[in-house]
């Protein structure tokens, strides 16, 4: 049967039109987002064996109900909240009773439970939790995952509770998909359901994250990319280089959008291994890594999670509240300053990550020993090739040129210096 859809006018102008092959019930999507509010019309006309028949019908758009809350990426790649820069900094598989303890350690945003792949709408208690988000000063990013993995192609019921989710006012982001290579979702399906979310939520941004191996593959489809480099097993590992390595890698694939990281705070699988958590200091220079390599936001995994999560840690939990105020003081510096690498024939030894930050007026230099070894430590700042020490740069008064960091980065105030 040959069909043809149209969308009219009043004066009965043809707007849009399709016409298909119809094959039984067949669905298709109209973009009614593009029209005016207004009344229009709907026209129908289909021919079989020579005969056809037409059905018309009458509707209305009404103006759209536009969202407490938009969010869009910035000129330097932040994250903009209604127009204002935020730098994330946020946590995984949180349950409501622990939302008010999150927002007072310091974080200021969580990933949403993760919702059913056949919901249409969020359940009463997964509401409350969105409301409980809100209540306490959390933003939320939802979870959208389940709605393409596991062979789901829910994408009618995806819409719905997109819709829903636009007009919350917690919500600032969709993660549209969670390391889809691993649930052999394709770049092109990825995409589809990007630009589906998109549609139903122009208002908010989509994050797409990935493991490092395939980051490649997905990076740059939604308006963040995000990487998810989890290096600590049972043992101390030589270098953690390889967190700013990840994070360097996919914001060369990312096409110019930006990357949020996804740090490991917890335990990785299985549970009766002799996996270990981070220490706290090896949670900070992952996070400084990151930063220096070009992160615009920071998520750590996770809350909670099979007793895995960092909730079960005291030490991790006792640190937290100091590493996200910390972060938090020079996230916006990050975000909005001038960041140059110091370039590795002006470091010594030269595996050292170091960058200098220019915002508003002042310098300052970022230099991070990602080994688990103590070095000795120098950086070559200004024209005249004068030697920065690690203890001088400190504020102390001591001579010794082998003062650096164990896996701490050290972050020196350095107003006069350029490198």
Known sequence: MSCQIAVLDKSFRVLWSRQFEARGEDVLSLP??????GNYRLRVI?????????QELGFKISEEEKPAVATQVGKKGEMLINGKPFFPLGTYHIDA????RAKEMGFNCVTSPIYGGEQRELSPAQLLWHD???KVGLWVISELSEYIRGGRRNFEGAKEIISQLRLHPATIAHYVIDEPQGWGISKELVKGFCDLVKDVDPEHITFICEVPGAVEVYGGIGDVTGTD????GAETPKSLAWMGEAVKRAVKVSGGKPVWVVIQAHRQPPANSQ???PTPEELRCMSYLALNQGAKGVLFYAWG??????????QLMAYFPHLLKELKEIGEEYLLGEVRRVSSQS???????????????KRKLVAINPTSQQVEGRIRIGDEAKWLYFDRAAGGDSDYRHLSSYLVPRVFKSEGASA
């Open 46 to 54: 289909a021919e079989a064996r020579g005969e056809r028949s037409s």
């Open 97 to 100: 009773e622990d939302l008010p």
């Open 32 to 37: 009614l987002r593009s029209f005016p509010p």
């Open 132 to 134: 409980s988000a809100q």
């Open 347 to 361: 470091l010594e030894p030269s595996f050292l990550d170091v960058v200098v930050i220019t915002y508003k007026g």
């Open 275 to 277: 996996n270990r958590y």
């Open 305 to 314: 999670d099979w007793e895995s999560g960092f909730k079960f840690n005291p």
């Open 229 to 232: 480099p989890y290096p600590i």
